[in-house]
Nanobody, 117 residues
């Protein structure tokens, strides 16, 4: 059974940092690219960052470039999102996901990140 479990969210002041983790199980984690998405209230879910299966290539939304870093540890079946210089507009529910070779998408349950003073 595929499981993606996010952790590390919470409330942080503007300019602060958080590191999200997504622990994966039930599939061969090292074979798949992994992504982080987010969804703010009243907005569509958007791609934040993506990392290839061995971590050799990453992509970021323009809004987070230079502030967020995606990484993975295939030995721990975990993908991370280091978020620095957080802004109020980063407030959202953050999800990790992956797409199988047959184009089925699996999502975590999501975790709240709130940036506020």
């Amino acid at each position: 059974q595929v499981q993606l479990v996010e952790s590390g969210g919470g409330l942080v002041q503007p300019g602060g940092s958080l590191r999200l983790s997504c622990a994966a199980s039930g599939f061969t984690f090292s074979s798949y690219a992994m992504s982080w998405y987010r969804q703010a209230p009243g907005k569509e879910r958007e791609l934040v960052a993506r990392i290839t299966y061995i971590g050799g290539s990453t992509n970021y939304a323009d809004s987070v470039k230079g502030r967020f870093t995606i990484s993975r540890d295939n030995a721990k079946n975990t993908v991370y999102l280091q978020m620095n210089s957080l802004k109020p507009e980063d407030t959202a529910v953050y999800y990790c996901m992956f797409r199988t070779f047959r184009s089925s998408d699996y999502w975590g349950q999501g975790i709240q990140v709130t940036v506020s003073s």
